[in-house]
């Protein structure tokens, strides 16, 4: 059974630094990566990062955050730095496993004072 398993949400003032982990377990997992959902928008991607170690970020993240990927331990890690108000969100870990699908967290709530 998938499972992945987020941790470090919090509250953090607008410049602040904070860095989200993921941890999944049942599979062997390709492309892994960060999505987020503020309230009253759609869920859009934050940063994507293969097996190998291909990156891909939105352009609103780009030079701010970073992806991470531990393969042996099966983690997913985001670091957020210089947080923007308009970084609230909840912040989801996403995986996928090919010919299986895609799954999801459970969520992390960032949330960035100004």
């Known amino acids: 059974q998938v499972q992945l398993v987020e941790s470090g949400g919090g509250l953090v003032q607008a410049g602040g630094s904070l860095r989200l982990s993921c941890a999944a377990s049942g599979s062997i997992f390709s492309i892994m990566g960060w999505y987020r959902q503020a309230p009253g928008k759609q869920r859009e991607l934050v940063a994507t990062i293969t097996s190998t170690g291909t990156t891909n970020y939105a352009d609103s993240v780009m030079g701010r955050f970073t992806i991470s990927r531990d393969n042996a331990k099966n983690t997913v890690s985001l670091q957020m730095n210089s947080l923007k108000p308009e970084d609230t969100a909840v912040y989801y870990c996403?995986?996928?496993?090919?010919?299986?699908?895609?799954?999801w967290g459970q969520g992390t709530q960032v949330t960035v004072s100004s």
């Open positions: 996403n995986a996928d496993v090919e010919l299986f699908g895609t799954y």
